[in-house]
Every structure is written in structure tokens, then in C-alpha cells.
């Protein structure tokens, strides 16, 4: 765990970078997510390629502050499924609103992060991989909440965005990195919520999950656990839909890497 030493250790560097990561490790511990994005901000907006701490510090602040609020979201979403016309449905559908209003802020945030800073200063393929598959998972998160046009080209941008990963991936990344296999765990989750292509979406899964099983013996300590997580959700999606196939499904039970 981060020590209050290790912070000290940090902090008393000189680099502004490597202050606001170290700020982004504090506020991670204390679970203050709202600020460990704006540390990391300031990261991602400085020269150079993140490095893999970075990259991942980013990652996790967004998850949480983004996180909590698709599932605030998705909470409410039910609720007003089952709730007939009343006063309290005009408060919960303002209420959602002001959610998805949230959401929308945050993800733009994430979006132009990548746009401008992120994908640009990504010179080695596994940070390719990294942010366009963050790229994915955003517009993803929009496409959730989203109705009409602006649905249709959120899922438009994740699918490109996610092909792209794929493609690098399909290139210069093992099957059993964690990475690949997350890539194809949140891919196969967009075909399947978003696309509406649930055969596409098992193939993906299942392909991913044989090519890792195949490979299993190259797996690293350091990466065994992350890898095989990632495979138990695969497989249990897997399941999910081919049991689902042909019915209507329960989108909420669907696991992704977040």
C-alpha cells in the first residue's frame, strides 16, 4: 500500500509531474476520485508518453468518479421501469437527467483527453492499445444512456475505436496479456448492449477466451492473476448470453474490466 513515507519520498522531487502523481497515489488511497482526476489531468496534459503507473492512475480515477455514476444511473433507469406515471417518476427522471448530464460532462473530459494528448504522445503499441480501447469504453458509456443520433454515432465511434485496439492488439499483443483480454471483454460487452449483435459479441468472447486457454502456459506470475480474472468474466458472459440467446436478456448482469 502507498505509504505516507512513500508520498513524502515523492512529493520532495522536483518534478511537477511526478508531484501530481503522487498527489494521484494519496488521493487514490483516501478515496477521493474527484480530485485523483485532476491530478492526473495535469499528467495527461503534460509532454510525453504516460507510463504504465500513469496510464493505469488515470484509468482507475475515471472508473470510480464515472463508475458510481452509470450505476446510480442504471439504478434509477429500473426504477422508473416499474414506477407508473406518479410525482415521485418527475423526480426520478430529473434526477436521471442530471446523471446522464454528469456522465456526458466526464466523458467529453476523457474524449478530448485522448484526442489531444493521450493517443498523439503514444509511441509504444501496448499505450495504443491502452487508450484506444479507453476510447471505446467511453463512447460506450455515452451510447448507454444516450437516445437517437446521438446513440447511434456514440456506438459508431466506440466500434471504431475498439477495431483500431483490436487490430494493434491482433499485432504486437499476446493472447493472455490482460490488456488483449480486457480489450475483448468490453468489445465483445459494446457488440452485445450496444450493437445488438449478440453472435458477433459470443464469438468475440469465446475466441479471446480458447486463443488465452491455448496460451496459458506463457502466462507470467506477474500477470497471472489480472489474466485469468479477466478469462473467469469472459467465460461467465459467455454463458449468460448463449443461455440468453433468442430471449430478452438482463444487460445489467453483463461484466466488463471496470
Not at 482507475?60 to 463508475?67: C, M, R, S, T
Not at 452509470?70 to 406515471?85: A, V
Not at 468489445?187 to 453472435?199: C, D, G, K, M, Q
Request: hydrophobic share 35%.
Amino acid at each position: 500500500f502507498f505509504s505516507f513515507y512513500c508520498f513524502c519520498t515523492h512529493y520532495t522531487m522536483s518534478s511537477e509531474r511526478e508531484e501530481n502523481v503522487a498527489m494521484a497515489q494519496l488521493a487514490d488511497q483516501a478515496e477521493r476520485y474527484e480530485d485523483m482526476v485532476e491530478y492526473m489531468k495535469k499528467v495527461a496534459q503534460s509532454e510525453g508518453e504516460l507510463s504504465v503507473e500513469e496510464r493505469n492512475l488515470l484509468s482507475v480515477a475515471y472508473k470510480n468518479v464515472i463508475g458510481s455514476r452509470r450505476s446510480s444511473w442504471r439504478i434509477l433507469s429500473s426504477i422508473l421501469q416499474k414506477q407508473t406515471e406518479t410525482a415521485y417518476t418527475s423526480i426520478a427522471t430529473n434526477l436521471q437527467k442530471k446523471i446522464e448530464d454528469e456522465l456526458s460532462t466526464l466523458c467529453k473530459d476523457v474524449l478530448d483527453l485522448l484526442d489531444t494528448h493521450l493517443l498523439p504522445n503514444s509511441s509504444s503499441e501496448e499505450s495504443k492499445v491502452f487508450f484506444n480501447k479507453m476510447k471505446g469504453d467511453y463512447h460506450r458509456y455515452m451510447a448507454e444512456y444516450s437516445t437517437g443520433e446521438a446513440r447511434d454515432n456514440a456506438a459508431e465511434e466506440a466500434a471504431a475505436a475498439y477495431k483500431v485496439a483490436e487490430d494493434i492488439a491482433g499485432e504486437h499483443i499476446p493472447t493472455t496479456h490482460p490488456l488483449r483480454l480486457g480489450l475483448a471483454l468490453n468489445y465483445s460487452v459494446f457488440l452485445y448492449e450496444i450493437a445488438n449483435a449478440p453472435e458477433k459479441a459470443c464469438s468475440v468472447a469465446k475466441q479471446a477466451f480458447d486463443n488465452a486457454i491455448s496460451e496459458l502456459d506463457s502466462l507470467t506470475e506477474e500477470s497471472y492473476r489480472d489474466s485469468t480474472l479477466i478469462m473467469q468474466l469472459l467465460r461467465d458472459n459467455l454463458t449468460l448470453w448463449t443461455s440468453d440467446m433468442g430471449n430478452d436478456g438482463d444487460d445489467d448482469d453483463d461484466e466488463d474490466d471496470n
